[in-house]
C-alpha cells in the first residue's frame, strides 16, 4: 500500500504527464469552463487517485485506457461511494472521438447531483508560503 507522500508524488508526476485524452478533456473543464464547475486533476483520495474531481458535487470523472481493470475499479468506485462520492467513466476514444457528448453528461450529471458544503480535500498543489493568505490586523 502506497503513503500519502508517495501517493501526492504519483498524482503529480501525473499531472505533468497526462494523456492525451485527458488534456483534451482538461482544456474543456480547467478554469470553470464547464457549468462554472470547478475540476482537479489527479487528486488523491484515500489510497487512489482519481483522475478529475468536482469537489463542490463530489463527482470523479475517469477517462479510461484499454488497459483498465474492471475488479480493481469495482472495489475503487465501491469505496468512493462510501465517501459520498460518484464516478462516470468515458473511454479514451469517447473523449477523442464524441467531446461533445462527453461533455453533456459530465454537465448533466454535476447538475443532477446536490451541492456539498463544510468539507474540504486538501489542494493537490498548495500556493507557495504565505501567498494569497489574508490577516485581520
Not at 508517495?6 to 492525451?20: C, I, K, V
Not at 485527458?22 to 488523491?44: P, T
Not at 484515500?46 to 470523472?61: H, T
Amino acid at each position: 500500500m502506497p503513503t500519502p507522500d508517495e501517493l501526492q508524488h504519483r498524482a503529480s508526476e501525473m499531472r505533468r504527464n497526462p494523456t492525451e485524452p485527458e488534456k483534451r478533456f482538461w482544456r474543456h473543464v480547467s478554469n470553470s469552463r464547464l457549468g462554472c464547475f470547478k475540476f482537479r486533476r489527479q487528486q488523491v483520495i484515500g489510497f487512489f487517485i482519481v483522475d478529475f474531481f468536482c469537489p463542490s458535487r463530489g463527482l470523479i470523472v475517469e477517462i479510461d485506457g484499454d488497459t483498465h481493470d474492471q475488479p480493481y475499479d469495482a472495489r475503487r468506485d465501491g469505496f468512493m461511494v462510501q465517501q459520498g462520492f460518484q464516478t462516470i467513466r468515458f473511454t479514451n476514444t469517447d473523449v477523442m472521438q464524441n467531446m461533445d457528448g462527453v461533455l453533456q453528461v459530465t454537465l448533466a450529471t454535476l447538475q443532477a447531483l446536490p451541492p456539498r458544503t463544510g468539507w474540504r480535500l486538501p489542494h493537490p498543489n498548495p500556493s507557495p508560503k504565505g501567498e494569497g493568505l489574508r490577516t485581520n490586523l
